[in-house]
């Protein structure tokens, strides 16, 4: 049981502490981290609670009734309309420790889950059964069932199995009052009875809701447009879900209500057939309008899926990182459809495609491709689901924000109403990347309002009243899937008129009468303009080490990437975040922290005299900040996962400089900040050294150097290979007219692991090139940049292309990197460092793969016919790439498996300091660890980096992993 500390809220803290069994969270941190969600606003809540069962959620929400405080259920955290956040309120993260799918019933084609369930835990256990559950937004690997009810969610696959709505059975409710009910429908008029008969607050409430009903049948059926004509109509409450014709079907009519009438303890699913093979028809058309024309055409032939992206989307992507290879897949246009169908067989979905690209055809403008791989098809698929998060960045770099996110129009009406919205923004000088679900008239738009300028505010406000008054011209709704929430409930008056607003108010009233739950959130809502999260950024520019220079040297502009689309708390695959993968915990994933220093430098930015408005007023000293990054691993997995390439590696070491600024550092600050050094000295005699280091005196060092006790020191060589390199080039010099490669002997290599790169020069000499070595030592400075010792790492990158140029060798002589950390600090870092003195060695240093790949192509490599599995190293995943290796494997005939294990958990230093052996240790076991078990001891284990390495060295037992250098001059000895 955790124990709130000194705050606002602290007697409402200390009774929920004292009752509950999971956590109770009041400090600033989680304050700050909880106040965001994925929309433009920002509240900060008064507390969280993490509960661990529903008597924990039945407690607390008593307990905040008592003391007449708000509650809001959370589950991802994804919500664009800020329906997961409140001001003043208690949020209830349902996702932390209620998130189990309890029952799948394949007969009934049912499942029974928790409200914190994910959506693609859910798929994963319907999955044996060939069922699915139908509705599957973009953000499926996190994205909550009870977020997914609380805002009606859709996805690509509604046009053939629904929204949620159409896929809920029974809803399992906790009122504010405490009352608990299940509500299900279509109701049958004696059901309904039997309801109204009910004893005590439930019959109470079902009498209510048919009265209510029954009074207003006039203005629900006029008032409230046909789904079957705009079939992404999602704002408002769903009122016609009431109605008799509709069975009084209170499932649905709570399905899309924000979380503003009831809690939500468990919920009944419907689960569809999935089709177990699937085809993919895309249909390349001039622009976004033509392709939108096109839809009605082809819906009567029953794709499962019509997505719409234009050209922009991909300019976007391609801006922000590596093309994509799928891209090539795509047809001549500037607008794709993604039209996906489903058959029993692979030959029926082709033969289902076929009819649809021939349908395609049929406009002479457009083009079409057909993709049956199913790895093709995922490729692509993902370039579309990352969609919410590459629109954040506009191709010239400006940044985008949500407001007009998702609004819906009949379908056959789509063309013209993009084609408005396009003159729209126009008219006001703006920007934006439309995609969506055409098939169902639904636009995604992410636009860039000039929220940080004086008149910015005005801009937005006005843009989005006309964009509102547009959508309901066309017949249309303000929102098609993401709910209104305080980005657009104040606009409902310009889709409802007065009668159905105030039945809005009076529906919410009968299951909330004291407007506990989620306030503001749909109903009397806040101002679309009030509490923008950008306006308020600091006026105060801080001072930098580091120069930001995509984000115009500005760190505020930096974390402000983030919005929210929280693909860094999937928890299953992929790098990011290796730290939230293993503690679960929000602050200790890419969002939460990037919104700590968000509300960092929000309060340290204020200016003088006024005070700050945020949770974090102690700047650069925030031990908030401090202790979320204590476990950030600086593996760069977000650099290159997240969709808007938040760069957390480096935002951490920005505030270790800042934050340890002429101030006493942590010890492993300087015994693993200063290792280089202190091998530099171990060297001159190792035997020495590594005798100290096994001894009683070895506990004392490693206590002293703020070493965690369980781990075991490296063994120092009794040479080391710079030492080596010079015996062996006096005796064995380079063959005339060999072309020079300059091997960088990084700190791990030549004085931990010489085998590396003795390998290395063994295989490159038999290829014919000459290895040279710098004429000093050198360092890339990667333990003192990683600690935040940000001056030191410059010196010293500074002496070290002092010795590269003291080599005399050609200014385009590759470098071949053997450490992918220390590698991709010279490929990335380096040049942020120091500048444009950094960027020739960054431009040509390789990979020990990338340099076989590019300047020996056609050399003959020994055949190794042997299975190997990939421990990839996270700054090879998010800054150097892959392509090269698996094209070298494949040159040697290696069966290799790359691992989907993302960090190994060592990370450095990290692994080894005091305090991080459990999170890294856990990281490890997540995959790493339990796929060396169960691999075969004659398979070969690749990783390149010695982190990953040593990791699988001291918590593998029995294992022992090569570097590719090593396997390759392995077989060429095998060979000779």
């Given at each position: 049981m955790s124990r709130?500390?000194?705050?606002?809220?602290?007697?409402?803290?200390?009774e929920?502490?004292a009752?509950?069994?999971?956590e109770v969270r009041?400090?600033?941190?989680?304050?700050?981290?909880?106040?965001y969600d994925?929309?433009?606003?920002r509240?900060?809540?008064?507390?969280v609670?993490?509960?661990?069962?529903l008597d924990?959620?039945?407690?607390?929400?008593?307990?905040c009734?008592r003391?007449?405080?708000p509650?809001v259920?959370?589950g991802a955290?994804t919500?664009i309309?800020?329906?997961?956040?409140?001001?003043?309120?208690?949020?209830?993260?349902f996702?932390?420790h209620?998130?189990?799918?309890?029952?799948?019933?394949?007969?009934?084609r049912t499942?029974?889950v928790?409200?914190?369930?994910?959506?693609?835990?859910?798929?994963?256990?319907?999955?044996?059964y060939?069922?699915?559950?139908?509705?599957?937004?973009?953000t499926?690997?996190?994205?909550?069932?009870?977020?997914?009810?609380?805002n009606?969610?859709?996805?690509?696959?509604?046009?053939?199995?629904g929204?949620t709505?159409?896929?809920?059975?029974?809803l399992?409710?906790l009122?504010?009052d405490g009352?608990?009910?299940?509500?299900?429908?279509?109701?049958?008029?004696?059901?309904?009875?039997?309801?109204?008969?009910?004893p005590g607050?439930?019959?109470?409430?079902?009498?209510?809701?048919?009265?209510?009903?029954?009074?207003?049948l006039?203005?629900?059926?006029r008032s409230?447009?046909?789904?079957?004509?705009?079939?992404?109509?999602?704002s408002?409450?769903?009122?016609d879900?009431?109605?008799?014709e509709?069975g009084?079907?209170l499932?649905?009519?709570?399905?899309?209500?924000?979380?503003?009438c009831a809690?939500l303890?468990?919920?009944?699913?419907?689960?569809?057939?999935?089709p177990?093979?699937?085809?993919?028809?895309?249909?390349?058309?001039p622009d976004?309008?033509?392709?939108?024309?096109?839809?009605?055409?082809l819906l009567?032939?029953?794709?499962?899926?019509?997505?719409?992206?234009a050209?922009d989307?991909?300019?976007?992507l391609?801006a922000?990182?590596?093309?994509?290879?799928?891209?090539?897949?795509?047809?001549a246009?500037?607008c794709?459809?993604?039209?996906e169908v489903?058959?029993?067989?692979?030959?029926e979905a082709?033969?289902?495609?076929?009819?649809l690209?021939d349908a395609?055809r049929?406009?002479?403008?457009?083009?079409?491709?057909?993709?049956t791989d199913?790895?093709?098809?995922?490729?692509?698929?993902?370039?579309?689901?990352?969609?919410?998060g590459?629109?954040?960045?506009?191709p010239?770099?400006?940044?985008?924000?949500?407001g007009?996110?998702?609004?819906a129009?009949p379908?056959?009406r789509?063309?013209?109403?993009?084609?408005?919205?396009?003159?729209?923004l126009?008219r006001?000088s703006?920007r934006?990347v439309p995609?969506?679900?055409?098939g169902?008239?639904?636009?995604h738009?992410?636009?860039?309002?000039?929220?940080?300028?004086?008149?910015?505010?005005?801009?937005?406000?006005?843009?989005?009243?006309?964009?509102?008054?547009?959508?309901?011209?066309?017949?249309?709704?303000?929102?098609?899937?993401?709910?209104?929430?305080q980005?657009?409930a104040?606009?409902?008056?310009?889709?409802y008129?007065?009668e159905?607003?105030?039945?809005?108010?009076e529906?919410?009233?009968?299951?909330?009468?004291?407007?506990l739950l989620?306030?503001?959130?749909?109903?009397?809502?806040?101002?679309?303009?009030?509490?923008?999260r950008?306006?308020?950024?600091?006026?105060?520019?801080?001072?930098?080490?580091?120069p930001?220079?995509?984000d115009?040297g500005?760190?505020?502009?930096?974390v402000?990437?983030?919005?929210?689309?929280?693909k860094c708390?999937?928890p299953?695959?992929?790098?990011?975040c290796?730290?939230y993968?293993a503690?679960?915990?929000e602050?200790?994933?890419?969002?939460?922290?990037?919104?700590l220093?968000?509300?960092?430098?929000?309060?340290?930015?204020?200016?003088?005299?006024?005070?700050?408005?945020?949770?974090?007023?102690?700047g650069?000293?925030?031990?908030?900040?401090?202790?979320?990054?204590?476990?950030?691993?600086?593996c760069?997995?977000?650099a290159?996962?997240?969709?808007v390439?938040?760069?957390m590696?480096t935002y951490?070491t920005?505030?270790?400089?800042?934050h340890?600024r002429?101030r006493?550092r942590?010890?492993s600050?300087y015994?693993?900040?200063w290792l280089?050094?202190?091998?530099r000295?171990?060297?001159?005699?190792?035997g020495?050294?590594?005798?100290?280091?096994r001894?009683?005196?070895?506990?004392?060092l490693?206590?002293?150097?703020?070493?965690?006790?369980?781990r075991v020191?490296p063994?120092?060589p009794?040479?080391t290979?710079?030492r080596?390199?010079r015996?062996?080039?006096?005796?064995?010099p380079?063959?005339?007219?060999a072309p020079?490669v300059l091997?960088?002997?990084?700190?791990?290599s030549?004085?931990?692991?010489?085998?590396?790169?003795?390998?290395?020069?063994?295989?490159?000499?038999?290829?014919g090139?000459?290895?040279?070595?710098?004429?000093?030592?050198?360092?890339?400075?990667?333990?003192w940049?990683s600690?935040?010792q940000?001056?030191?790492a410059?010196r010293?990158l500074?002496?070290s292309?002092?010795?590269l140029d003291?080599a005399g060798?050609?200014a385009d002589?590759?470098?071949?990197?053997l450490d992918?950390?220390c590698?991709?600090?010279?490929?990335?870092?380096?040049?942020?460092?120091l500048?444009?003195d950094?960027?020739p060695?960054?431009?040509?240093?390789?990979?020990?793969?990338?340099?076989l790949?590019?300047h020996?192509?056609?050399?003959p490599?020994?055949?190794?016919?042997?299975?190997?599995?990939?421990?990839?190293?996270c700054?090879?995943?998010?800054?150097?790439?892959t392509t090269?290796d698996?094209?070298?494997?494949?040159?040697?005939?290696?069966?290799?498996?790359?691992?989907?294990?993302?960090?190994?958990?060592?990370?450095?230093?990290?692994g080894?300091?005091q305090?991080?052996?459990e999170?890294s240790e856990a990281?490890?076991?997540?995959?790493?660890?339990?796929?060396?078990?169960?691999?075969?001891p004659?398979?070969?284990?690749?990783a390149?980096g010695?982190?990953?390495?040593t990791?699988?060295t001291?918590l593998?037992?029995?294992?022992?992993a090569?570097?590719?250098?090593?396997?390759?001059?392995?077989?060429?000895?095998n060979?000779?």
């Open positions: 709130p500390s000194a705050v606002p809220g602290a007697e409402l803290a200390r929920l502490a009752e509950l069994r999971g009041f400090g600033a941190a989680e304050r700050t981290v909880y106040g994925a929309s433009n606003y509240h900060l809540p008064l507390g609670v993490k509960p661990a069962d924990d959620v039945r407690t607390a929400l008593a307990l009734g003391y007449g405080v509650v259920a959370r955290g919500s309309g800020g329906q997961a956040i409140g001001p003043g309120a208690v949020v209830l993260d996702r932390r209620l998130g189990a799918v309890l029952d799948v019933d394949p007969e009934a499942a029974r928790e409200p914190g369930t994910v959506l693609d835990d859910l798929q994963r256990a319907a999955r044996p060939g069922l699915r559950f139908g509705p599957d937004p973009s499926h690997s996190r994205c909550t069932i009870g977020g997914m009810i609380g009606d969610s859709c996805g690509s696959h509604s046009l053939a199995w929204r709505s159409d896929s809920v059975e029974r399992e409710l009122l504010a009352t608990e009910l299940t509500v299900g429908g279509p109701l049958t008029p004696a059901e309904r009875d039997a309801l109204r008969a009910l607050r439930v019959g109470q409430l079902h009498t209510q809701l048919q009265e209510f009903t029954d009074r207003n006039a203005t629900i059926r409230m447009p046909s789904l079957a004509h705009l079939p992404r109509r999602g408002g409450y769903p009122l879900a009431l109605l008799p509709h009084h079907d499932a649905r009519a709570l399905t899309g209500t924000e979380g503003t809690l303890l468990g919920a009944t699913v419907r689960l569809v057939e999935d177990p093979a699937r085809a993919l028809v895309v249909a390349g058309y976004e309008g033509a392709a939108a024309d096109a839809v009605p055409a009567p032939l029953g794709p499962l899926t019509a997505e719409g992206m050209a989307l991909i300019e976007a391609l922000a990182g590596p093309r994509p290879p799928a891209l090539d897949r795509l047809p246009g500037a794709w459809l993604f039209l489903g058959g029993a067989t692979r030959t082709y033969q289902a495609a076929r009819r690209a395609v049929r406009e002479p403008s457009a083009a079409v491709a057909l993709v199913p790895v093709e098809q995922r490729q692509l698929w993902a370039v579309r689901e990352a969609g919410a590459t629109v954040t960045r506009l010239g770099g400006g940044e985008a924000w949500p007009w996110e998702d609004s129009v379908p056959e789509l063309g013209d109403y993009l084609r408005g919205l396009r003159a729209l126009r006001h703006l934006g995609y969506g679900h055409f169902e008239g639904c636009v738009l992410r636009i860039d309002f000039p929220l940080g300028e004086p008149q910015g505010v005005l801009v937005f406000r006005e843009f989005l009243e006309q964009a509102a008054d547009l959508a309901v011209s066309y017949g249309g709704s303000l929102s098609g899937e993401h709910g209104d929430g980005a657009r104040e606009l409902l008056p310009r889709m008129g007065p159905v607003l105030a039945l809005f108010g529906f919410k009233h009968i299951w909330d009468p004291d407007n989620n306030p503001g959130a749909l109903v009397d809502p806040r101002p679309l303009d009030a509490d923008l950008f306006v308020t950024a600091p006026r105060r520019a801080l001072p930098l080490a580091l930001y220079e995509q115009g500005s760190l505020t502009r930096a402000h990437r983030c919005v929210g689309v929280a708390v999937d299953n695959t992929g790098v990011m290796p730290s993968m503690t679960s915990e602050r200790h994933s890419t969002r939460g922290r990037a919104r220093l968000a509300e960092m430098l929000r309060g340290a930015g204020a200016p003088p005299g006024h005070r700050a408005d945020a949770a974090i007023t102690d650069w000293r925030s031990e908030e900040v401090r202790e979320a990054l204590d476990l950030c691993l600086g760069k997995g977000c290159s996962d997240c969709p390439h938040v760069d590696a951490r920005e505030f270790l400089h800042q340890y002429h006493l942590p010890r600050h015994s693993m900040g280089p050094l202190w091998l000295a171990a060297a001159l005699a190792p020495a050294a590594n005798t100290l280091a001894s009683p005196a070895g506990a004392l490693k206590r002293l150097g703020g070493i965690d006790r369980r020191l063994v120092l009794p040479e290979f710079t080596w390199y015996r062996h080039r006096a005796t064995n380079a063959p005339a007219g020079p091997l960088w002997p990084d700190t791990f030549d004085r931990l692991q010489p085998s590396v790169p003795r390998a290395a020069v063994e295989v490159l000499e038999h290829l090139f000459d290895v040279r070595l710098p004429a000093g030592p050198v360092c890339c400075g990667l333990t940049y600690t935040g940000i001056g030191t410059r010293v500074r002496r292309l002092q010795a003291a060798l050609p002589t590759p470098v071949v990197g992918p950390s590698t991709a600090l010279l490929r990335e870092d380096l040049p942020r460092l500048g444009p950094g960027r060695l960054s431009q040509r240093t390789r990979t020990f793969a990338e340099f790949d590019e020996a192509p056609d050399a490599l020994p055949r190794i016919h042997r299975d190997a599995v990939t421990q990839t190293h700054h090879q995943h998010a800054v150097l790439g090269a698996r094209r070298v494997e494949a040159r040697l005939g290696l069966h290799n498996r790359v691992l989907d294990s993302g960090c190994c958990g060592l990370a450095g230093n990290f080894f300091e305090g991080h052996f999170v990281i490890a076991e997540r995959v790493l660890l339990p796929e060396l078990r169960t691999t075969a004659d398979t070969v284990v690749l390149d010695f982190s990953c390495r990791q699988i001291q593998a037992e029995g294992r022992r090569l570097h590719l250098a090593e396997l390759i001059a392995e077989g060429l000895r060979e000779g």
